[in-house]
Nanobody, 122 residues
Framework: EVQLVESGGGLVQPGGSLRLSCAAS????????MSWVRQAPGKGLEWVSS????????YYADSVKGRFTISADNAKNTLYLQMNSLKSEDTAVYYC???????????????WGQGTQVTVSS
């Protein structure tokens, strides 16, 4: 079973930046897609971004395209999400997950982290 632990969340002002990290308990990035998913207060899960390291491909939701960057360090078994130009609507709990991808059903996400809170507010 893969364990995923997110970190890096916090309170940031609109227009600011944060970098989220997700440490995996074992090598997984070279064989699986890895994704970031968020859940805003009172709303459902929203796919944010996915990376297929073995294909050198990344995908983003339209709501974050041009502002967020997903990356992976295979040697460190760590996934990242660099978030720039943050907006109040980015406020959510952010989860990393193994699997998934653009328009993938939720049952294709194999493992989930515990989540990290991102709050964008002045």
């Amino acid at each position: 079973e893969v364990q995923l632990v997110e970190s890096g969340g916090g309170l940031v002002q609109p227009g600011g930046s944060l970098r989220l990290s997700c440490a995996a308990s074992e090598t997984t990035f070279s064989t699986s897609a890895m994704s970031w998913v968020r859940q805003a207060p009172g709303k459902g899960l929203e796919w944010v971004s996915s990376i297929y390291s073995y294909l050198s491909k990344t995908y983003y939701a339209d709501s974050v395209k041009g502002r967020f960057t997903i990356s992976a360090d295979n040697a460190k078994n760590t996934l990242y999400l660099q978030m720039n130009s943050l907006k109040s609507e980015d406020t959510a709990v952010y989860y990393c997950a193994k699997g998934g991808g653009p328009e993938a059903p939720w049952d294709e996400y194999e493992y989930w982290g515990q989540g990290t809170q991102v709050t964008v507010s002045s």
